[in-house]
C-alpha cells in the first residue's frame, strides 16, 4: 500500500510551487536560461539515469549506482551547457527548436527538512527541429524545492526519462 505522508503541506506552498513550475517551463521554453538559473539553489543537482529494461521474471541484481547515467549535473555543469547552447556551435539548435513543454501531475509532500518540499511531477517536451518532424520525450521528475528568502528554489532534479532508446538525436533540452 502507498504510503501518504501525514505531514500536510500548506495550500498557499501547493499553488506557489505549482506556479512555479508552470513558470520554470515558460522560462525554458523561451530560451530564458539565466532566469531559469535564478530559480536554483547554488548547490543544485541536476540528474537523469538511463533506465534499463528488465524481465519481470529477471531476478538479476541491480546495476551498479552511476553505471548509466545521462547526466549528472551542479550549477556550474548547468551554466556550461547554456554556454554552449549560447555559443552558435550547436548546430541541431541553429536555428532553435521549438520547444513545448507541458507539466502535470503535480504531487507535494513534506521533505525530511523543514524549508523543503518534495516534488513529483510528470513533463512532455514536444520538440520540432528544422527538418519538420517532432519528437516528443515524456518523464517523471523528483524534485526537491528549498525556501529561502528569496522564495522557492531548485535543489534537486531527478529525472526519469520513459524512454529505453532515446526518442531523437540528442538532449538539449533541460527538462
Known amino acids: 500500500m502507498l504510503e501518504m505522508n501525514p505531514a500536510p503541506v500548506l495550500v498557499e506552498d501547493m499553488i506557489a510551487l505549482t506556479q512555479r513550475l508552470y513558470h520554470e517551463a515558460r ?3 523561451a530560451e530564458r536560461f539565466e532566469d531559469w538559473l535564478e530559480l536554483l539553489c547554488d548547490d543544485v543537482t541536476y540528474r537523469m539515469d538511463l533506465k534499463r529494461r528488465r524481465f519481470r521474471a529477471d531476478r538479476s541484481p541491480p546495476a551498479a549506482v552511476g553505471a548509466g547515467v545521462v547526466f549528472n ?8 551547457r547554456i554556454d554552449r547552447l ?3 556551435y550547436v548546430w541541431a539548435e541553429d536555428p532553435p527548436n521549438f520547444v513545448r513543454r507541458v507539466i502535470s501531475n503535480v504531487e ?3 521533505a525530511d527538512a523543514e524549508n523543503e518540499v518534495i ?3 510528470v513533463i512532455v517536451i514536444h520538440r520540432n527541429r528544422i527538418d519538420g518532424l517532432a519528437r516528443q520525450f515524456t518523464a517523471g521528475r523528483t524534485d526537491r524545492w528549498r525556501h529561502g528568502t528569496q522564495g522557492w528554489c531548485l535543489a534537486a532534479r531527478d529525472i ?8 531523437d538525436s540528442n538532449i538539449n533540452v533541460f527538462f
Open 119 to 121: 516534488v513529483h511531477s
Open 27 to 29: 522560462l525554458l521554453d
Open 73 to 80: 549535473e551542479n550549477i556550474a555543469r548547468l551554466k556550461l
Open 108 to 110: 507535494i509532500e513534506p
Open 86 to 88: 549560447r555559443s552558435g
Open 160 to 167: 526519469a526519462l520513459d524512454h529505453a532508446v532515446l526518442p
